[in-house]
């Protein structure tokens, strides 16, 4: 509510002195300046007036309008240029006692630039907002697009947080806070896909196939497209959406863009640091990797440094830099880019936490929720990313050009999470005592995507076109010895509150290797064939890709603890560790694991599309796509395990249709339908077992591939420039959805597993959009809004007390949002841009409303979180002619997250509410808050 209260009362004070600027006009000349062929605004047209000795400029604000006011009475000369534009005529213009105010609309003639018969696009036309209101209204089926100028400007930096702003789509944040998977219409990440430049990419993740969008620098994209209903020409396993990364293209002239910039989180202090650790000591290959796995690992295998080397650091510092060159050459036929971004920022998080009971019970009522621990976690996250982003384009002629791009990214990710859990709630401490569990757990992640895509575009005949792609790509994940040290710790006071000893037992300690990779071959081709038909053009098109998709993964851990209950004086290398797990009794590795696994994959795909005009203003494009999968696995198991290896086939038939009715020349309105899958990841078909924090995670080689069937209608206005008027409605009927269940490891009631499976009764979604941008003069307003309603049906366990068998258990069915789906999501940006005072500013405010944060297998226990709104404030200024200072400022309002039980807090034993903080709801229980803090970034920018 205070961030609302705030955004309200900027918004009075931004009307104000919109009313101020327009009101306060005396003598003046004004109007606005037009594309004669289009009627787009000309935004940063130049105008230029003239009386005698008397000269003034202005240029053409986001609507195209000019303003030059406050002038004596007389005859002016009014003359208009822009680039690319014939200059216009000179225009004559009197102000008198009779006529004080005159308006001049201009209309100017675009120059068509062609070098050697090859249409060179210009590169500013392509990063501005006016560029992506043209594709969004050319498209032929439902796209949202932020341009680079729009991702230049916002307050983000990567594109996981950038892509909060898009209509629709909410983030799943890290535990620092950092935007890591965009949820498109309530469908949590799976069941969306990733492209570059339009070419699917491999995964880095240890089990799913979506990609992590923080691991993308947003300045090295050219736009940023978010598809929501999928044509016969595009890949077909994306039901929420899908996410195009389209990145820098060479220019038609010489660009040299640069930046570097620095900063801070207000979540650091000196007393609250940042704790660090060195990665220079990691064993980057496990005592197994190294020996064999037959080898018995012994102590002195392993490396305490990323522990004994921990350091606390008062304020770190954030630093960012980027540069981009690029030109065209001989005679304009080759068009060369190169971008690159680096970052090291350091974020962070104080949390609490509740931890449950591996099951509830039944007292006071049925599935009432226990607490065994109470955490209290800092978390300090280093993450170092780099992006480079690579592309050459060479025109032969009008009728044949190939491109090469490459794309290299990759983070290093630096956690330490520094855990105080006070056991049992604090129900085995007294006044006198008190028994805390301190644990410290270093991770360090490296994750890394390389795509190379050869590209050819030919003209075969007059009416005939072809295109092809060949692609090589590969994206890794890499968690070399992440390690786990925890002790109890028991304090004793007296009864003057001095501590008058202190101990420590139960030492433990764990190494931890893991590593993934997932490669991709792929080859692309289209043909497209336009005859007249009936005096309409008709556009047929044909094609399909090949890919063969290679995977594998490797998961150790061995589990280390102490003899003797030695006291721990805070050197780890003294204390006697032994292994302590089953399998590792000698330090052996255990070959038979499911965990460590080689998988293939196979997709073949062809398709045939048809667009034409049934109408002068009614565009149909449709056709249907054929997609074969086939996939193998192999484990690390004994030939006698039971589903050791697999193979697992099946072919998709998915039509679609997109209608487009021109209502007139800035108007659509469109209707679309297309069926889509959604397959498992590969650590969900795999039979794998991982040990979990609160239940072990088993593999389902039974899993169904997930299907739907979409409709969408949408009606849009672009009334020129940036405007926009966006009205849309969806619904998904979707089949085979996958769920996390609680399935039972074994005979003992308490042993227990979280399992994917595919819900029988499938899933609904639908759901409204509504999306405004408009600008006036300087100022602008964009906003975006979006309802969800999902419901999907899965059986939960209920624990309740019977009066004559005492406690029982029985499974029932609960409907549900589908995971991550909020009902009301919303951005609201309040924007200024005067190109005479060079300065852009932006406030942008995001509200995503409650969600399934997790589903729990006991009924009426899912975690939810609650809604959550963040303003960010971002601004640019220019200094000289190519030299800007710009800053970004996150979470003004120090948003915190936070997750509950819809369970009465009131209803949980009296001496376990001591430890659950604040409950200011009656109805919930809180179980969990983040607090991330105000983040500050300032740095310059360099135009050429």
């Known amino acids: 509510?205070?961030?609302?209260?705030?955004?309200?009362?900027?918004?009075?004070?931004?009307?104000?002195?919109?009313?101020?600027?327009?009101?306060?006009?005396?003598?003046?000349?004004?109007?606005?300046?037009?594309?004669?062929?289009?009627?787009?605004?000309?935004?940063?047209?130049?105008?230029?007036?003239?009386?005698?000795?008397?000269?003034?400029?202005?240029?053409?604000?986001?609507?195209?309008?000019?303003l030059f006011n406050s002038l004596q009475y007389g005859t002016y000369k009014l003359k208009v240029n822009y680039i690319g534009y014939q200059v216009s005529q000179s225009y004559e213009l009197t102000l008198s006692n009779s006529n004080p105010i005159v308006t001049q609309n201009i209309t100017l003639q675009d120059l068509s630039t062609q070098l050697n018969e090859v249409a060179i696009m210009s590169d500013g036309s392509k990063a501005n907002d006016h560029s992506a209101r043209n594709l969004e209204k050319v498209a032929s089926s439902v796209v949202n697009i932020l341009s680079q100028n729009a991702i230049q400007l916002l307050p983000d930096v990567t594109v996981g947080n950038t892509m909060q702003r898009v209509s629709g789509v909410t983030i799943q944040r890290t535990s620092s806070g950092e935007g890591r998977y965009a949820i498109i219409r309530g469908m949590d990440q799976r069941y969306n896909n990733t492209l570059v430049n339009g070419i699917k990419i491999p995964s880095p993740d240890d089990k799913y196939r979506f990609v992590p969008l923080d691991i993308f620098p947003s300045e090295l994209l050219e736009r940023l497209e978010v598809i929501k209903a999928l044509t016969p020409s595009m890949e077909g396993d994306a039901i929420g959406g899908t996410m195009n990364l389209v990145m820098k293209s060479a220019p038609d002239r010489f660009v040299l863009y640069a930046n570097a910039s620095g900063g801070f989180s207000t979540l650091f202090s000196s007393s609250r640091p940042f704790t660090?650790?060195?990665?220079?000591?990691?064993?980057?290959?496990?005592?197994?990797?190294?020996?064999?796995?037959?080898?018995?690992?012994?102590?002195?295998?392993?490396?305490?440094?990323?522990?004994?080397?921990?350091?606390?650091?008062?304020?770190?510092?954030?630093?960012?830099?980027?540069?981009?060159?690029?030109?065209?050459?001989?005679?304009?036929?080759?068009?060369?880019i190169v971008s690159g971004s680096y970052q090291n920022i350091y974020r962070g998080a104080n949390s609490?936490?509740?931890?449950?009971?591996?099951?509830?019970?039944?007292?006071?009522?049925?599935?009432?929720?226990?607490?065994?621990?109470?955490?209290?976690?800092?978390?300090?996250?280093?993450?170092?990313?780099?992006?480079?982003?690579?592309?050459?384009?060479?025109?032969?002629?009008?009728?044949?050009?190939?491109?090469?791009?490459?794309?290299?990214?990759?983070?290093?990710?630096?956690?330490?999470?520094?855990?105080?859990?006070?056991?049992?709630?604090?129900?085995?401490?007294?006044?006198?005592?008190?028994?805390?569990?301190?644990?410290?757990?270093?991770?360090?992640?490296?994750?890394?995507?390389?795509?190379?895509?050869?590209?050819?575009?030919?003209?075969?005949?007059?009416?005939?076109?072809?295109?092809?792609?060949?692609?090589?790509?590969?994206?890794?994940?890499?968690?070399?010895?992440?390690?786990?040290?925890?002790?109890?710790?028991?304090?004793?006071?007296?009864?003057?509150?001095?501590?008058?000893?202190?101990?420590?037992?139960?030492?433990?300690?764990?190494?931890?290797?893991?590593?993934?990779?997932?490669?991709?071959?792929?080859?692309?081709?289209?043909?497209?064939?336009?005859?007249?038909?009936?005096?309409?053009?008709?556009?047929?098109?044909?094609?399909?890709?090949?890919?063969?998709?290679?995977?594998?993964a490797y998961y150790i851990d061995y589990s280390l603890g102490t003899t003797g209950n030695p006291f721990y004086h805070g050197d780890v290398n003294s204390l006697p560790f032994v292994f302590l797990s089953q399998n590792q009794a000698t330090g052996a590795y255990n070959t038979a694991s499911t965990n460590n696994y080689s998988a293939t994959e196979n997709i073949n795909s062809e398709y045939l599309q048809v667009k034409f005009n049934l109408l002068d203003r009614l565009q149909l494009l449709g056709g249907v796509r054929v997609e074969n999968t086939l996939q193998t696995y192999n484990t690390g198991e004994p030939i006698t395990f039971t589903q050791r290896n697999g193979t697992i086939s099946y072919t998709d038939v998915l039509p679609s249709v997109h209608l487009k009715y021109q209502l007139s020349d800035d108007q659509n309105l469109r209707a679309s339908y297309f069926a889509s899958i959604s397959r498992p990841g590969f650590g969900e078909i795999v039979p794998y077992k991982i040990d979990g924090e609160y239940y072990n995670e088993v593999g389902n080689p039974d899993l169904k591939h997930i299907t739907a069937n979409n409709y969408d209608v949408r009606y849009e206005?672009?009334?020129?420039?940036?405007?926009?008027?966006?009205?849309?409605?969806?619904?998904?009927?979707?089949?085979?959805?996958?769920?996390?269940?609680?399935?039972?490891?074994?005979?003992?009631?308490?042993?227990?597993?979280?399992?994917?499976?595919?819900?029988?009764?499938?899933?609904?979604?639908?759901?409204?959009?509504?999306?405004?941008?408009?600008?006036?003069?300087?100022?602008?307003?964009?906003?975006?809004?979006?309802?969800?309603?999902?419901?999907?049906?899965?059986?939960?366990?209920?624990?309740?007390?019977?009066?004559?068998?005492?406690?029982?258990?029985?499974?029932?069915?609960?409907?549900?949002?589908?995971?991550?789906?909020?009902?009301?999501?919303?951005?609201?940006?309040?924007?200024?841009?005067?190109?005479?005072?060079?300065?852009?500013?932006?406030?942008?405010?995001?509200?995503t409303g409650e969600r399934i944060a997790q589903v729990s297998p006991y009924y009426n226990l899912d975690y939810w979180q609650h809604a959550y709104s963040q303003l960010d404030f971002s601004f640019e200024k220019t200094i000289i002619k190519r030299l800007s200072f710009y800053g970004k400022v996150n979470n003004l309002t120090n948003a915190a997250s936070k997750i509950y039980l819809k369970y009465p807090h009131a209803n949980i034993d009296a001496k376990q509410q001591e430890f659950l903080g604040k409950q200011d709801i009656t109805n919930q229980t809180l179980v969990q808050s983040d607090i991330y803090k105000i983040s500050f970034l300032g740095g310059f920018r360099y135009k050429f």
């Open 352 to 552: 609490k936490e509740l931890t449950p009971n591996a099951q509830p019970t039944a007292i006071p009522a049925s599935n009432s929720p226990s607490f065994s621990d109470s955490y209290e976690r800092f978390y300090s996250t280093q993450t170092q990313r780099f992006g480079l982003n690579g592309k050459v384009d060479y025109v032969f002629n009008k009728k044949n050009k190939i491109s090469f791009y490459n794309l290299y990214v990759r983070s290093n990710e630096y956690i330490s999470r520094v855990t105080a859990d006070t056991l049992g709630l604090g129900l085995n401490s007294t006044a006198k005592s008190k028994q805390v569990t301190i644990s410290d757990r270093n991770t360090y992640t490296k994750q890394t995507i390389y795509n190379g895509t050869l590209q050819g575009d030919h003209q075969l005949a007059d009416k005939l076109k072809f295109n092809w792609s060949g692609v090589y790509s590969l994206a890794k994940r890499d968690q070399p010895d992440r390690t786990d040290f925890s002790f109890d710790q028991n304090t004793v006071v007296n009864t003057s509150g001095l501590i008058t000893s202190r101990d420590s037992n139960n030492v433990k300690l764990s190494h931890h290797w893991e590593s993934n990779s997932d490669k991709d071959l792929a080859g692309y081709g289209n043909f497209t064939y336009s005859p007249k038909i009936a005096n309409r053009v008709v556009e047929f098109s044909v094609g399909g890709l090949y890919r063969h998709k290679t995977r594998s």
């Open 1 to 66: 509510m205070k961030s609302i209260l705030q955004l309200k009362r900027i918004s009075l004070l931004l009307f104000l002195l919109t009313g101020f600027y327009f009101n306060s006009v005396a003598q003046a000349i004004k109007g606005k300046v037009f594309d004669a062929k289009t009627g787009e605004p000309l935004t940063g047209a130049t105008i230029q007036i003239e009386r005698g000795s008397f000269k003034q400029s202005e240029s053409a604000r986001l609507d195209g309008s000019y």
């Open 276 to 336: 660090e650790f060195s990665s220079s000591g990691i064993n980057g290959r496990s005592p197994a990797q190294i020996n064999g796995n037959d080898y018995v690992a012994k102590y002195s295998d392993f490396n305490n440094s990323a522990i004994t080397s921990n350091k606390n650091h008062s304020s770190p510092f954030n630093t960012t830099a980027g540069l981009t060159i690029g030109n065209r050459f001989l005679d304009n036929k080759l068009g060369v």
């Open 717 to 847: 206005w672009f009334p020129g420039g940036a405007d926009q008027v966006l009205l849309g409605a969806f619904y998904k009927d979707i089949s085979n959805p996958i769920e996390y269940f609680l399935v039972r490891d074994g005979a003992s009631p308490s042993s227990q597993d979280i399992k994917p499976e595919n819900a029988a009764s499938g899933a609904k979604n639908y759901g409204l959009e509504a999306q405004v941008t408009k600008y006036f003069g300087i100022f602008g307003v964009s906003g975006n809004y979006t309802f969800t309603h999902s419901r999907v049906t899965t059986n939960k366990l209920l624990y309740y007390n019977d009066p004559v068998n005492g406690l029982q258990q029985k499974l029932v069915d609960q409907t549900r949002p589908l995971q991550g789906q909020a009902n009301h999501v919303g951005n609201l940006s309040l924007l200024f841009k005067s190109l005479n005072l060079g300065l852009d500013m932006q406030l942008a405010f995001v509200y």
